[in-house]
């Protein structure tokens, strides 16, 4: 009966952890952390673009890599 009490609890506290946790502001990924600051600025930018726009998440990734590839030319 004790181990059921203790699995419970356990049970109950790694549920809260991991609630618990807010996502905070966006980190740098691997490749942003690769590419030119100027182009990493670009991206960020292309990013918050497509968020303000509201652009699904699926078609995201596309949006930014044209909307880098304009500023580029």
């Known amino acids: 009966m004790a ?3 203790a ?7 790694f549920a809260h952890t991991a609630s ?7 980190k740098a990924t691997a490749p942003e952390k690769m590419m030119p600051s100027e ?19 699926e078609d995201r990734s596309r ?3 044209e909307c880098i590839a304009a500023g580029a030319k």
Request: aromatic letters at 12%; a positive charge; proline letters at 5%.
């Open 3 to 5: 181990f059921f009490i």
């Open 7 to 13: 699995l419970t609890f356990a049970a109950a506290y």
């Open 20 to 26: 618990a946790q807010v996502p905070g502001p966006m």
């Open 39 to 57: 182009k990493a600025q670009k991206m960020r930018e292309c990013e918050k673009r497509a968020e303000q726009q509201k652009i699904k998440m």
């Open 63 to 65: 949006f930014v890599n």
